[in-house]
């Protein structure tokens, strides 16, 4: 089950970043977010970058970095299909808006997307999920579109994805 937290989340930064074209890209939304931390003049204004390299045995990970300024790297692995590629940016994206990450908190990693029981994996998902998938928007192009390879082509997602938003949603 998603958590209200995480998709409320998605939902803002969507909001606050998204040109409204399909498929969503990740990378503009994490580009149109700064970050605050702190106040006064303790006040840090943090980015985010997103960006991919061959990633051996790793789909991604989220990191806070320090150089050239203090900020946080989302990395995805561009060996991988790219819709695949898309989830991993919107789950690492996750990751960091989630707090999942910071100066305290080493690299997080991901090989599978499985959860394992572990919420801060969960929430990253049900963020990813609502994020490139809006319920509102899957909703509506379901109606449309009956096919599920064309729906997830629309959102830019693997057939598998868009299958288990859709029985998540309700609408399978
Ligand atoms: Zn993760």
């Given at each position: 089950?998603?958590?209200?937290?995480?998709?409320?989340?998605?939902?803002?930064?969507?909001?606050?970043?998204?040109?409204?074209?399909?498929?969503?890209?990740?990378?503009?939304?994490?580009?149109?977010?700064?970050?605050?931390?702190?106040?006064?003049?303790?006040?840090?204004?943090l980015?985010?970058t997103?960006?991919?390299?061959?990633?051996?045995?790793?789909?991604?990970?989220?990191e806070f970095i320090e150089a050239p300024e203090p900020g946080y790297r989302?990395?995805?692995?561009?060996?991988?299909?790219?819709?695949?590629?898309?989830?991993?940016?919107?789950?690492?994206?996750?990751?960091?808006?989630?707090?999942?990450?910071?100066k305290?908190?080493?690299?997080?990693?991901?090989?599978?997307?499985?959860?394992?029981?572990?919420?801060?994996?969960?929430?990253?998902?049900?963020?990813?999920?609502?994020?490139?998938?809006?319920?509102?928007?899957?909703?509506?192009?379901?109606?449309?579109?009956?096919?599920?390879?064309?729906?997830?082509?629309?959102?830019?997602?693997?057939?598998?994805?868009?299958?288990?938003?859709?029985?998540?949603?309700?609408?399978?």
């Amino acid at each position: 089950m998603a958590t209200p937290q995480a998709v409320q989340l998605a939902n803002r930064a969507r909001e606050l970043a998204w040109d409204g074209n399909f498929p969503i890209d990740p990378h503009e939304i994490a580009a149109g977010i700064t970050i605050v931390r702190g106040s006064g003049e303790d006040e840090q204004r943090l980015s985010i970058t997103m960006e991919g390299e061959p990633l051996d045995q790793l789909s991604g990970y989220a990191e806070f970095i320090e150089a050239p300024e203090p900020g946080y790297r989302c990395a995805y692995n561009t060996d991988e299909a790219l819709v695949r590629q898309r989830f991993t940016q919107a789950h690492e994206l996750g990751h960091v808006l989630l707090k999942h990450v910071s100066k305290d908190h080493t690299r997080l990693r991901d090989t599978t997307f499985n959860d394992r029981g572990d919420w801060r994996e969960i929430d990253a998902n049900a963020f990813a999920a609502e994020l490139i998938m809006p319920a509102e928007y899957v909703r509506h192009q379901a109606s449309k579109i009956p096919h599920i390879s064309e729906l997830a082509r629309f959102f830019g997602v693997s057939p598998t994805a868009i299958r288990y938003r859709l029985i998540n949603l309700g609408l399978l």
